[in-house]
């Protein structure tokens, strides 16, 4: 591909379709993720690269390090234009050109506490904030439905509000005197004590909804309708009305497996806790603000529906067992007996509505049970996946499954993500045994023992001819000896929602679960660590750097990861997408800025990594290791080469439901860091 021809060609064509064409044909093109490859290396900055920023028209680039400096690049031409000292003493978190100023005005915030505007083109400073109290200032966000605003989050708990078009001197009573603070974590509608403990770390803005995404130091990321918040109010209320009534002015977004966990933005953290901790590094809308993609530190990544208000599985699992139930009773029986779909039927897959099953994800299945008796499990797990997308149907047996596989790769979330499988298997089919079995399993190790014991009775009172498995007998065992060992224990009147107001509670309570995971990258060595959308439009591919030095393409809707690309003698942090191009710009520990475009086809590309799923387990081996021991072997040949892609017991997921249910996986650790 002739990137400069193209651009050129969409430069000066007139008709709008024209242009359009020209620039999807510039990014959609699935060929050139294969292709990418390093085009050069920017050079000129003397310390850790933190954070890079597009103009809107991707003809610059601006990157902000260490070093309190910023650079702006031409990346077409690979050269510098401008390098100016920011006048931050600390380093450089975050850089944003501000909307409306022909790219002549950027916005920088730093480790210093500070908010700084720049005039580029004369290398001067125009204001400067210092409303975050010296407290590190971690992002900034601009919207162009408001040009003169900017957003700012830093580790005091508080998002601000800079507006440009008013002249503003920080207060020195204390945060409260700036008043312009439009989020604060550490207020009174959040929790009863002032422990001032709660950090923000990533904020967003969506481009075409009035939301604003918020990032701390815990497991949630909190939703805002910027209409409703008074700093900024007017501007989005002109821009998009008031909108539906039913629409809420503030909810969460959470993993469903971490949603009952302890935050620890209410306590002081321990010394462990305060190496590892879950946070969200980054948090990122897409073009058309329907979705919402988070990085989790010592977690992975997840994608959520802003569209949809599905809740954790916690929530939903009592609402799908009374669903069941309903069903259960009505299925017909034989000779008393209940009849169950045992898979040999149909060989082992139920025909389509079409009445013929398409044969590329038959073989898909048939490949991915093959990885599974391999014990390839995730492997098993890709080629499930990417069936469940060919097959119109999703049948029951696929997500039983890929649940199976994920209860034995036993990577992080990997427990829950089984439960949501059997979940949407039951869906399809009420009565089928696998799912159930697998479902009680999930809940055991999960140590939600409530929910097992009920899952368990309606089992015996519904389904009795699955009492006499041994794996349903042996599950039985295990929840009446943890909930003996429940018992035991002494009641403690100390709760995390002691000092929580009631209003915190019901927005954690219904906080969204995500629709998509994306495993195989490891954060938790850094806190700055991105992820973003990448492709045309909402993106079609999910893109994160790592702690091994590597950064990450995974297919946005069948989350198999597709490609790894060494971009990084350490740590990459930043991948921001050139918005009209297939251009990505990469930087991290190293001093450098790299560009990554479709190179030949032909060409040996040494920054490739082909050993996908051995790199993604090793990953998965340092997110759950002690954090000292990572930071001690980080570059040890170990993780470098580390293989297996999750060993353990075997099990046949298209054997008859009494087989391979009868190991039992220790529960899945979704350790802090």
């Known amino acids: 591909m002739n990137v400069s021809c193209s651009v050129t060609k969409r430069k000066y064509a007139t008709d709008r379709l024209e242009q359009k064409r020209i620039r999807e044909k510039l990014y959609s093109n699935d060929g050139f993720i294969e292709r990418l490859s390093q085009e050069t290396e920017l050079s000129g900055h003397n310390g850790c690269v933190n954070c890079l920023e597009w103009t ?90 408001a040009p003169s605003l900017i957003w700012s989050c830093g580790e005091d708990g508080n998002v601000r509000v800079l507006d440009m078009r008013q002249r503003h001197s920080c207060s020195s009573n204390g945060d409260s005197g700036c008043g312009n603070v439009c989020v604060n974590l550490n207020g009174e509608n959040i929790s009863s004590l002032s422990t001032n403990s709660a950090q923000t770390k990533s904020i967003d803005i969506s481009p075409s909804r009035p939301y604003l995404a918020v990032g701390g130091n815990d497991q949630y990321v909190r939703i805002f309708d910027l209409r409703m918040l008074k700093s900024c109010a007017a501007d989005f209320i002109d821009s998009y009305g008031w909108g539906p009534r039913d629409e809420p002015s503030t909810f969460y977004c959470v993993p469903g497996h971490i949603s009952t966990q302890p935050s620890k933005s209410n306590r002081k953290p321990s010394l462990f806790e305060s190496v590892r901790s879950i946070s969200s590094t980054f948090v990122s809308f897409n073009q058309t603000g329907s979705e919402l993609l988070v990085n989790l530190g010592s977690e992975q990544i997840y994608l959520f529906d802003m569209e949809s208000r599905s809740v954790s599985s916690r929530v939903s699992i009592p609402r799908l067992q009374r669903s069941l139930c309903s069903k259960l009773d009505r299925i017909e029986h034989e000779n008393g007996k209940t009849v169950l779909h045992k898979n040999g039927i149909h060989n082992g897959f139920r025909t389509p509505s079409n009445g013929f099953p398409s044969q590329d994800w038959v073989a898909l299945k048939g490949k991915a049970n093959d990885y599974f008796y391999e014990e390839k499990y995730t492997d098993a797990i890709a080629c499930y996946s990417r069936a469940i997308e060919l097959c119109d149907s999703k049948q029951q047996f696929l997500y039983a499954n890929r649940a199976l596989a994920f209860i034995k790769r036993k990577w992080t979330g990997d427990t829950y993500a089984a439960l949501r499988d059997c979940q949407m298997a039951l869906s399809f089919d009420s009565s089928y045994p696998k799912a159930h079995l697998r479902l009680l399993r999930c809940l055991v190790e999960l140590g939600w023992n409530n929910e097992a014991s009920e899952w368990s009775e309606m089992i015996q009172t519904s389904l009795p001819c699955l009492t006499s498995e041994p794996s349903f007998t042996s599950l039985l065992k295990d929840i009446e000896a943890k909930n003996a060992k429940a018992s035991s224990k002494p009641s403690s009147n100390k709760t995390e929602s002691g000092h929580l107001t009631e209003q915190e509670l019901n927005h954690r309570r219904n906080a969204r679960d995500y629709k998509y995971r994306y495993c195989g990258h490891c954060n938790a060595a850094t806190d700055i660590k991105e992820a973003n959308f990448f492709g045309s439009g909402d993106g079609k591919y999910v893109v994160a750097g790592s702690d091994d030095g590597s950064f990450f393409f995974w297919d946005k809707s069948s989350t198999n990861l597709v490609r790894i690309l060494i971009g990084d003698e350490s740590i990459v942090n930043c991948l921001q997408p050139n918005p009209v191009m297939c251009m990505l710009a990469s930087s991290g520990i190293d001093s450098t800025v790299k560009l990554w475009s479709p190179g030949n086809p032909h060409a040996h590309n040494p920054h490739l990594r082909t050993d996908l799923h051995d790199v993604a387990s090793a990953n998965q081996k340092r997110l759950k290791s002690d954090p000292m021991e990572m930071l001690l072997f980080m570059n040890n040949p170990f993780f470098q080469s580390a293989t297996g892609g999750g060993r353990g017991d075997g099990g046949d997921p298209d054997e008859d439901y009494s087989s391979g249910e009868e190991e039992q996986a220790m529960p899945d650790s979704c350790r802090t860091s």
């Open 56 to 145: 809107s028209d991707g003809a610059l680039l601006a990157s902000g390090s260490d070093d309190l400096t910023v650079r702006i690049w031409e990346p077409l031409h690979h050269r510098q234009v401008k390098c100016f000292q920011t006048g931050h003493q600390s380093n450089i978190f975050s850089v944003k050109f501000l909307h409306n100023n022909g790219n002549r005005v950027i916005a920088t915030a730093a480790a210093d506490g500070q908010v700084r505007i720049h005039n580029v083109e004369q290398e001067e400073t125009l204001n400067v904030y210092n409303c975050h109290r010296y407290h590190r200032v971690k992002r900034l966000a601009v919207s162009p439905v």
